[in-house]
Structure formats: structure tokens, C-alpha cells
């Protein structure tokens, strides 16, 4: 079995046959995720002719998982994650009770993977509720281990959230808490080195896919050190290491705060192009976007740590239990995703293939029924003739 390793310079070294770890996912993942291995071994076949192939590694998490091992996430699959660097899933049930409050948030977490990468483009035929979405062209980059996702918070009334408030007024003064005996208390750490490194990352993807500004999102006006912290280590990173393409205007970055950006990417989205943001902020703003430009059924994402390597990409959306085994559902979350996982392989032939066929199949109305009902001349297709579809056109191209 042949690993993806990386070398001294922080660059991926990619066999010619990589082993990819994938978790099937609950739900509609036993659909999407075989769909999507047959997309990219179409892809990967016919843009190398068989010099390239990936060798496909099941690992458990989830419902799968808990059945057969007892457990909703074996560190045999941590470890394959680990040890192969790249890898890939579909959605997860959040397990009841257990102790674990979420299988995504323990791999990223785990993995320290702390950029979750969401890129966000419309397709000719899809149907959008904007005007324009030609002009939707955005690559969130969205810290992804702190923030108020840090999981410290405490419930109103117990002994915690009273010592808290104790703490807090005693020790620091504080003596705005409007209701202290019903106030839940949440801690929000937002750190120089944690924001540095996820502006550092959404810079140089800037640089590299030649992508026009980074705007730095953030909530600085009413949140100074956290949020307006983030915005000032920002700047700080980016004259410091980007002194040179700041000056050559191939960097342009500017800020905006997290409220009117909302309403800016709606009003003008040509504007906007690499957006480096917070835990939170990027939750909302990667939602926003997705229904932009058709919804949680085709939005990719990848959660990636740029200096160790790892790299764990996935379907955005849930296991869809209400449509499950109806073949119905749309695969296009993960085989995106698996696209951006080629792109970062360097395997970049086999991923423009796969959006080359679904810009085609979109453009003729071809889509699953989620996207389909809403298309001028949309043909609802099942999940299973949808991939079909996509396959043979790759296979002909
Ligand atoms: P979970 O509890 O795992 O988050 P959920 O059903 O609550 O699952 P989602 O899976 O995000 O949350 O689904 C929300 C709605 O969107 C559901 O009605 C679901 O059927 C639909 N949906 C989600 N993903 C897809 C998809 N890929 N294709 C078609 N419909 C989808």
C-alpha cells in the first residue's frame, strides 16, 4: 500500500497509486459514497490511462462502526487517517450518549485540522434565489478548532455557572451580566497562532489558484480581542510574510465586518473571492453561500492541516435519514469534495473531468430531483442513473 507522505518543504508527495482511507457514512452515505468512488475512478482512469490509480480503504465510524466494533470511532480509523494522510467521508449520526458530542468535530479535532476549506460556485442550470450567480465565485476558509466551538461553556443554574460568574465578578470586576442567577456562560479562546496560521493558509491559496483579494471576516467592532484579534494578527501575518506580493499586487486583502458581509455577498458577490474567517462566522457564511448557489446537496468541503498534510474531505450535508434508500439522493456534496481532494492531490486532470461532466449534465438539466423540480428544463434522474450518466460521459470524453 503506497502512503501520500509530505517532505521537509511542506509539500505532498503523491504515489502513483495513493491508498485513500474513506468512511461510507450513515444514512445516504452507503449511496453517495460508492457513487462518488465510481466518478473519480472514471476520472482518475481516463485522465491517466492507468498510470494513476487509487486504491480505495474502508475504515468504520458511525453506525457502521458502533455494530460491528462496539465503538463510533475505532482509533484504527484515527490511525488510518493519520498514517495516509488524505482521506475521505461521508456524513456521520451523532451518537446518543457516549460521551463523543460529535464524530466530525472528534476527527478534526483529533487531526487538528484547522481549516475547513468550503468552496462555493454556481452551475450553469441550476436553479439560485439571486439574480446573478454567475458572479458567485468564493473559497471560505474557515478556522476550525477554536472559537466559541471550543466546546467550554456551562448551563445556567449549576454549581459551574455560578462559580464562573463568580470568578468573574470578583476577580475581574465584571458587574454587566444582566441576569446572573439565569445566565449560561460560554468561553470563546481565540488565539494569535490559531489565526495566523488560517489567514497564512487562505493567503497562499490566494497566491496559488490566482484568486484577486482575501477579506478577512470578522465581528471586531463589538468583539475587540477575539474577533477584532483575529483581524489584527491578520494584517500583522500578512505584512510580515507577504510584504513582497502585497507590494507586487498580486495580494490584495481587505476586511469586513461579519454582518454587512452578509449582506454584501448578496448584493455584490463579484467582490469577494477567498474569505478568511472564525469558527462561527464561517458556520453561517458557508450555509448563506451553499443556498446561493443550490444548496447543501452539492457544497463541498475539506478539512485540512496545510503543515502536516492531513487532509479529510466530506459531504457538508446530513445523513438524510428521510430519503434514505430511496436512491434518490444527491451525490454531488461528496463527488465536489472528492474533486477538491484530486485538486490537492495534484492530480488535477481527473478533477477538472468531473466538473467538465456536471457542468454538462446541469447545463442540459440533468440533476437529481432536489435540484431537477427547480430547473426550467430539469429531468429528474435517480442517484444511481445520475452517476451513470456522469461515468459514461467521462468514459467518452
Ligand atoms: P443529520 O441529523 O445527519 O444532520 P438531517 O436530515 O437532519 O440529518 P440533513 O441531512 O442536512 O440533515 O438534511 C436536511 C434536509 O435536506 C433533509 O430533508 C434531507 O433529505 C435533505 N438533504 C440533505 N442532503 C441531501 C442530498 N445530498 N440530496 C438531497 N437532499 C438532501
Request: hydrophobic share 40%; glycine share 8%; net charge negative.
Given at each position: 500500500?503506497?502512503?501520500?507522505?509530505?517532505n521537509?518543504?511542506?509539500?505532498l508527495?503523491?504515489?502513483?497509486?495513493?491508498t485513500?482511507?474513506?468512511?461510507?457514512g450513515?444514512?445516504?452515505g452507503?449511496?453517495?459514497?460508492?457513487?462518488m468512488?465510481?466518478?473519480?475512478?472514471?476520472?482518475?482512469?481516463?485522465?491517466?490511462?492507468?498510470?494513476?490509480?487509487i486504491q480505495?480503504?474502508?475504515?468504520?465510524?458511525?453506525?457502521?462502526?458502533?455494530?460491528?466494533?462496539?465503538?463510533w470511532?475505532?482509533?484504527?480509523?484515527?490511525s488510518?487517517?493519520?498514517?495516509?494522510?488524505?482521506?475521505?467521508?461521508?456524513?456521520?449520526?451523532?451518537?446518543?450518549?457516549?460521551?463523543?458530542?460529535?464524530?466530525?468535530?472528534?476527527?478534526?479535532?483529533?487531526?487538528?485540522?484547522?481549516?475547513?476549506?468550503r468552496?462555493v460556485?454556481?452551475?450553469?442550470?441550476?436553479?439560485s434565489?439571486?439574480?446573478?450567480?454567475?458572479?458567485?465565485?468564493?473559497?471560505?476558509?474557515?478556522?476550525?478548532?477554536?472559537?466559541?466551538?471550543?466546546?467550554?461553556?456551562?448551563?445556567?443554574g449549576?454549581?459551574?455557572?455560578?462559580?464562573?460568574?463568580?470568578?468573574?465578578?470578583?476577580?475581574?470586576?465584571v458587574?454587566?451580566?444582566?441576569?446572573?442567577?439565569?445566565?449560561?456562560?460560554?468561553?470563546?479562546?481565540?488565539?494569535?497562532?490559531g489565526?495566523?496560521?488560517?489567514?497564512?493558509?487562505?493567503?497562499?491559496?490566494a497566491?496559488?489558484?490566482?484568486?484577486?483579494?482575501?477579506?478577512?471576516?470578522?465581528?471586531?467592532?463589538?468583539?475587540?480581542?477575539?474577533?477584532?484579534?483575529?483581524?489584527?494578527?491578520?494584517?500583522?501575518?500578512?505584512?510580515?510574510?507577504?510584504?513582497q506580493?502585497?507590494?507586487d499586487?498580486k495580494?490584495v486583502?481587505?476586511?469586513?465586518?461579519?454582518?454587512?458581509?452578509?449582506q454584501?455577498?448578496?448584493?455584490?458577490?463579484?467582490?469577494?473571492?477567498?474569505?478568511?474567517?472564525?469558527n462561527?462566522?464561517?458556520?453561517?457564511?458557508?450555509?448563506?453561500?451553499?443556498?446561493?448557489?443550490?444548496?447543501?446537496?452539492?457544497a463541498?468541503?475539506?478539512?485540512?492541516?496545510?503543515?502536516?498534510?492531513?487532509?479529510?474531505?466530506?459531504?457538508?450535508?446530513?445523513?438524510?435519514?428521510?430519503?434514505?434508500?430511496?436512491?434518490?439522493?444527491?451525490?454531488?456534496?461528496?463527488i465536489?469534495?472528492?474533486?477538491?481532494?484530486?485538486?490537492?492531490?495534484?492530480?488535477?486532470?481527473a478533477?477538472k473531468?468531473?466538473?467538465?461532466?456536471?457542468?454538462y449534465?446541469?447545463k442540459?438539466?440533468?440533476?437529481?430531483h432536489?435540484?431537477?423540480?427547480?430547473?426550467?428544463?430539469?429531468?429528474?434522474?435517480?442517484?444511481?442513473?445520475?452517476?451513470?450518466?456522469?461515468?459514461?460521459?467521462?468514459?467518452?470524453r
Amino acid at each position: 500500500m503506497s502512503k501520500i507522505t509530505i517532505n521537509e518543504l511542506g509539500k505532498l508527495q503523491v504515489p502513483s497509486n495513493p491508498t485513500i482511507p474513506f468512511i461510507e457514512g450513515d444514512g445516504v452515505g452507503g449511496e453517495i459514497t460508492p457513487a462518488m468512488q465510481q466518478i473519480v475512478n472514471a476520472a482518475v482512469q481516463k485522465a491517466y490511462h492507468g498510470e494513476k490509480v487509487i486504491q480505495w480503504k474502508e475504515v468504520l465510524a458511525g453506525e457502521k462502526a458502533y455494530k460491528t466494533t462496539d465503538n463510533w470511532l475505532p482509533n484504527e480509523t484515527i490511525s488510518a487517517f493519520e498514517d495516509y494522510l488524505v482521506g475521505i467521508k461521508g456524513p456521520l449520526t451523532t451518537p446518543i450518549g457516549g460521551g463523543i458530542r460529535s464524530l466530525n468535530v472528534a476527527l478534526r479535532q483529533t487531526l487538528d485540522l484547522y481549516v475547513c476549506l468550503r468552496p462555493v460556485r454556481w452551475f450553469q442550470g441550476v436553479s439560485s434565489p439571486i439574480k446573478e450567480p454567475q458572479k458567485v465565485d468564493m473559497h471560505i476558509f474557515r478556522e476550525n478548532t477554536e472559537d466559541i466551538y471550543a466546546g467550554i461553556e456551562w448551563e445556567a443554574g449549576t454549581k459551574e455557572a455560578n462559580k464562573f460568574y463568580s470568578f468573574i465578578k470578583e476577580e475581574m470586576n465584571v458587574d454587566s451580566v444582566r441576569f446572573p442567577e439565569s445566565s449560561a456562560f460560554g468561553v470563546k479562546p481565540v488565539s494569535k497562532e490559531g489565526s495566523k496560521r488560517l489567514i497564512r493558509a487562505a493567503c497562499k491559496y490566494a497566491l496559488e489558484h490566482n484568486l484577486p483579494t482575501v477579506t478577512l471576516v470578522h465581528k471586531g467592532n463589538i468583539m475587540k480581542f477575539t474577533e477584532g484579534g483575529f483581524k489584527k494578527w491578520g494584517y500583522e501575518l500578512i505584512e510580515k510574510e507577504f510584504a513582497q506580493e502585497l507590494k507586487d499586487g498580486k495580494l490584495v486583502v481587505n476586511d469586513c465586518i461579519a454582518d454587512a458581509f452578509l449582506q454584501n455577498t448578496l448584493l455584490k458577490p463579484q467582490d469577494y473571492s477567498v474569505i478568511a474567517t472564525l469558527n462561527l462566522n464561517g458556520d453561517y457564511i458557508s450555509d448563506q453561500l451553499a443556498a446561493m448557489v443550490g444548496g447543501i446537496g452539492i457544497a463541498p468541503g475539506g478539512n485540512i492541516n496545510y503543515n502536516t498534510g492531513h487532509a479529510l474531505f466530506e459531504a457538508t450535508h446530513g445523513t438524510a435519514p428521510d430519503i434514505a434508500g430511496e436512491n434518490t439522493v444527491n451525490p454531488c456534496s461528496i463527488i465536489l469534495s472528492a474533486n477538491l481532494m484530486l485538486d490537492y492531490m495534484g492530480w488535477s486532470k481527473a478533477a477538472k473531468l468531473i466538473v467538465d461532466a456536471l457542468e454538462y449534465h446541469f447545463k442540459k438539466g440533468y440533476a437529481t430531483h432536489d435540484l431537477a423540480r427547480f430547473m426550467p428544463n430539469g429531468k429528474s434522474l435517480s442517484t444511481s442513473d445520475f452517476t451513470e450518466k456522469i461515468v459514461q460521459y467521462i468514459k467518452t470524453r
